[in-house]
């Protein structure tokens, strides 16, 4: 499915490639990277990082070989705009290895960065040639249909359905999200789209020349793709996305040029009376959206975002040039739990504060100060870029405030490629030539990197698929408990697994903390080598806690290990320690609770510890029973 050619046509665009073969492949590749990587739950998951990680990589060694072959004019290079994010990266690598206290979390969000930039890099080249050019967005364009009609199959057929059997959570019902697992996702995927094809069928929008009518479809049909998708982003019923959008179609006529500030104050007061018509229109129309909107006015606003929101802030304060580290949000959350609050926030839910919390000012200034550079080479070009491309990244940054957009992979790659394409168009490649020599060092020095960087993610997400496979199998186990001599030989394959995953990536914490889990668990099965079992969740939990010493479970984990072999003492300092850390986690109190309740003599204290516990986390069964228990005890 193409968008129209007036949006496609550029006069800056450089002439073909010297090797049309290896253009058509690298822009295969980039397609087919972004259908893989969205249609796999938007690559939430790591068994599907495996593979977009591999074409990401594989695509970018492909352009540095071009580099280093090429010749003339038109030989492939790496465009300068994507030099300015390379300083970024540089300081991120430093960051996981001398900063972050959860390193192998910091390696998965540097591997994120990492291959958005090498993305837009990619597409970038992509961009000099109009075939592979227009390949690549139309296949945004037909992915965006088809997350539509997914999402309309979940909203109006089947609201639990997801994609790769998964089943959506409750707190989602009513809401579509298509191919992936949030309908703010889903939202932000059409941001991009909606403004270009309104900008394709809105004569003048582009105020460039028209393009030759040779293969360009009508503006009706740019005007039905632009039905569709806003169709889709009503069915995700995202609040953000509405107003991120209502407010970068506002921006749009300010951004025209050759026009008089009084043209474009006009323009954009009327296209804002015409958004805000249509969201009135949806709100007394729609019960799901009026639904939505008077939530936000019962709660007085958001809830749960400003308490993810302070928690970043506070963090940045916490260590304000370097950040807490790569990655570390999540886990170093816990200092700023409020009591009550039982959700796990894996991102801070604004890309802005979280990039400040992990990387610091420092790190805020090197990726967001170098996007800024590059909107203000391509405002000063004497080209000008796609107009509706413009608006649609605009959007997407505006929606960036409320929501992880950037550590969703498909999202990141899809807005690297829109950027690229973007860029491109007002900042072209000149004709540049580098001695033979330069030439193949440099470009076999990069491409060796790019192999490299493949293999250090492959073995990461392979580790951590196997990882997350076994966990999830013994976590099935308590919501599905089996006869003995099938949980028996459930635990047995998962050891297994974790075995392997911890032999893959030496340095997946998490891993290791799963081996000390699973081998406690063994233990209610052969009673006999509790002791066993005990001396190796004790070194598995210790090797977890060597390489981070600030995640509770893995210090509950040591605890346990310990009670197993009956060093009573050793263990409390270990669940001390997890609860220092997690001082408002409600599980962690249950542990020191369960562990408290081995004395006699410590009741008091475990009825206490379980208080707390209750306190925090009202409806835990399992805590209540403790508690139950003890109480009969006395």
Known sequence: M?????????????????????????????????????????????????????????GFALLLARCALEKGGDAARLHPAGWYFAPFLAYALMNVFWVTPVRWLGWRDWLGWAQMIATFWIALDVARA??????????????GVVLVALASYQRFFDPHWLMLGRVQAEQFMGRASGAFGIPNSLAAFLLLLIPIALAAGWPGANQRAEAPARGRPSARGAAVLAGIFIFGLVLTVSR???????????????????????????????????????????????????????????????????????AAWQLWREAPALGTGAGSYNVLFERHRPEGYRDEPRWG?????????????????????????????????????????????????????????????????????????????????????????????????ALG??????????????????????????????????????????????????????????????????????????????????????????????????????????????????????????????????TALAPRLALGWYYQAYHLSHQPLMRAQALSAVATCLRLDPDNRVAELLREQLASNR
């Open 349 to 445: 839910h604004n890309d802005y504060l979280n990039t400040l919390s992990d990387y610091g000012a420092i790190g805020f200034a090197l990726f967001f100060g170098a996007g800024a550079a590059v909107m203000w080479r391509v405002a000063r070009s004497d080209k000008q870029p796609s107009c509706g491309i413009g608006v649609g990244l605009v959007a997407f940054a505006l929606s960036l405030s409320i929501d992880f957009h950037l550590k969703l992979p498909a999202l990141a790659l899809v807005a690297a490629s829109c950027a690229a394409r973007w860029v491109g168009d007002a900042w072209p490649l000149r004709p540049k030539r580098h001695a033979p020599i330069w030439r193949w060092a440099g470009g076999l020095a």
């Open 2 to 58: 193409n968008l129209p050619e007036k949006i496609e046509a550029s006069p800056s665009i450089e002439s073909p490639h010297g090797s049309a073969g290896l253009a058509w492949m690298q822009a295969a590749l980039l397609a087919l990277n972004l259908a893989w990587t969205t249609l796999c739950l938007g690559g939430f998951l790591a068994e599907t990082m495996v593979v977009t990680s591999a074409l990401a990589f594989g």
């Open 240 to 310: 953000g996305a509405w107003i991120s959008l209502g407010l970068a179609l506002a921006i749009w006529p300010l951004l025209a040029r050759g026009r008089a500030w009084r043209w474009r104050g006009r323009r954009a007061g009327l296209t804002l009376a015409v958004v805000l018509g249509a969201g009135l229109a949806l709100y007394a129309t729609l019960p799901g959206v009026r639904e939505r909107f008077d939530l936000l006015a019962r709660e007085s606003g958001e809830r749960t975002r400003p308490i993810m929101w302070r």
């Open 130 to 143: 109009p075939g592979p050019r227009r390949f690549v967005l139309a296949t945004v364009a037909a992915l």
């Open 449 to 578: 990197m790019g192999f490299f960087l493949g293999a250090v993610a492959r073995a990461h997400y392979q580790a951590e698929t196997w990882r997350a496979e076994a966990r999830a199998s013994v976590d099935a186990l308590a919501a599905k408990p089996l006869a003995p001599a099938g949980e028996r030989a459930a635990l047995g394959v998962a050891q297994a697994t974790l075995q392997r995953a911890s032999a893959l990536d030496g340095g997946n914490a998490q891993a290791w903390a799963d081996v000390a889990y699973v081998d406690s668990l063994l233990a209610r099965h052969e009673p006999a080598r509790t002791p066993a079992l005990g001396r190796e969740a004790e070194a598995a939990a210790r090797r977890a806690i060597a390489l981070t010493r600030v995640v509770p479970e893995f210090w509950w984990r040591l605890g346990v290990a310990l009670d197993m072999q009956g060093r009573w003492v050793e263990a409390g300092a270990a669940f001390a320690t997890a």
